[in-house]
T-cell receptor, first 109, second 115 residues
């Protein structure tokens, strides 16, 4: 059965303190790995898609990487506006997204 | 370009009632997926509609049903509501060609509370 595990569950950072979030997965027929950002009470906002091991994507202070078993979301010099829950999801051959429980990130000034 | 919209924003129902949630897909998208997100959890896949037909279903009972219309908008219907159905219901749209899978873009969600 497909499984996605995110760690840590919660992360509290000082502004400017870089860190990484982990997403480990097992899936048959991986079509893609997605990172979303979700603010409280809102829908997930798309950040990145990664398709193959070794691939990297960057957007402002965020960088996502992918290996055969896990993905990392690196947050460099975060700002308070980076506070959110970050969700990782794998897409199977049917198009279904299997999500992890998310990592709640709080960045304090 | 119009993003994914959902209605209503919030809804309160009592146990045993029925509810219909609506979703308008992003312009140009032909596929709609529905997800249920309980508090503190990641979204769980309910089902997907592609060209007006159900194209995959998660582990949800038959009282969860849906429709997709010719304009690619969609409805999620839930019968015989239970307390555990209280959640944020998310709709996501994408453009699928049958040979490739593309990014799903989410709407703001409908918060359903069952009392």
């Amino acid at each position: 059965e497909d499984q996605v595990t995110q760690s840590p569950e919660a992360l509290r950072l000082q502004e400017g303190e870089s860190s990484s979030l982990n997403c480990s997965y097992t899936v048959s027929g991986l079509r893609g790995l997605f990172w979303y950002r979700q603010d409280p009470g809102k829908g997930p906002e798309f950040l990145f898609t990664l398709y193959s091991a070794g691939e990297e994507k960057e957007k402002e202070r965020l960088k996502a990487t992918l290996t055969k078993k896990e993905s990392f979301l690196h947050i460099t010099a975060p700002k308070p506006e980076d506070s959110a829950t970050y969700l990782c999801a794998v897409q199977d051959s049917w198009g279904k997204l299997q999500f992890g429980a998310g990592t709640q990130v709080v960045v304090t000034p | 370009e119009t993003g994914v919209t959902q209605s209503p924003t919030h809804l309160i129902k009592t146990r045993g009632q029925q509810v219909t949630l609506r979703c308008s897909s992003q312009s140009g998208h032909n596929t709609v997926s529905w997800y249920q997100q309980a508090l503190g959890q990641g979204p769980q896949f309910i089902f997907q509609y592609y060209r007006e037909e159900e194209n995959g279903r998660g582990n949800f009972p038959p009282r969860f049903s849906g429709l997709q219309f010719p304009n690619y908008s969609s409805e999620l219907n839930v019968n015989a509501l239970e307390l555990d159905d209280s959640a944020l219901y998310l709709c996501a749209s994408s453009l699928e060609s049958g040979t490739s899978l593309n990014t799903q873009y989410f709407g703001p969600g409908t918060r359903l509370t069952v009392l």
